[in-house]
């Protein structure tokens, strides 16, 4: 029976099979999966650091499956006239700003968290991108669909906050067995 390794309340079951049919993927890809548009080879510490920041921000911020534009505004900027200042104009303006962006927050997307995530200290566009092709990796090994891709999976009407942090964790844990710097002991998908 094969071995689970998540435990969360995700309907996503994440075992070492699974894992190693992604590092088979990657062995049999096209292109190399460890170095990113630079020319330079990211570590697998590096895309899993990556991957846990995005966990962080998701779980801070909040996830939402898809995201669009509200319909209608929830506020209404008040009426001026001939005696309003400038600032008093600016000032009504960036309330209700603040105002729609607050009640619109809902979260953030997967995708959206994993590109926040590229311009900050925990990341970069390198380790953004091959974090992005493991997930799909394991989207494929997952449901064994070699045209699967994480983004279209992560936006199904039955995904979760958990399934989402489900695959997630398995790409950082792929990155921190199977990417450059890994143990010697298993071979790295080059």
Do not use: C
Request: aromatic share 6%; charged share 20%; hydrophobic share 35%.
């Amino acid at each position: 029976m094969p071995q689970t390794l998540t435990t969360t309340a995700s309907s996503v079951a994440i075992t070492t099979q699974m894992l190693e049919r992604a590092s088979q993927l990657a062995l049999d890809s096209y292109r190399p999966l460890w170095t990113g548009e630079s020319g330079e080879q990211s570590t697998g510490e590096a895309v899993a650091r990556h991957l846990d920041a995005t966990i962080a921000l998701l779980d801070k911020d909040g996830w939402t499956r898809t995201w669009s534009w509200p319909t209608e505004p929830t506020g209404t900027l008040p009426a001026t006239d001939d005696e309003t200042s400038v600032r008093e104009m600016v000032r009504a303006l960036l309330d209700y700003v603040r105002e729609e962006e607050g009640a619109t927050a809902r979260g953030r997307t997967a995708l959206t968290a994993l590109g926040h995530i590229g311009g900050t200290e925990h990341g970069d566009p390198d380790t953004r991108d091959i974090a992005q092709d493991v997930l799909d990796l394991l989207v494929q090994a997952l449901t064994n669909n070699t045209n699967a891709r994480f983004a279209p999976w992560s936006e199904r009407q039955s995904r979760t906050h958990a399934d989402i942090t489900a695959l997630l964790t398995a790409g950082a844990q792929f990155a921190r067995t199977y990417g450059p710097g890994a143990p010697a002991s298993v071979p790295t998908a080059s």
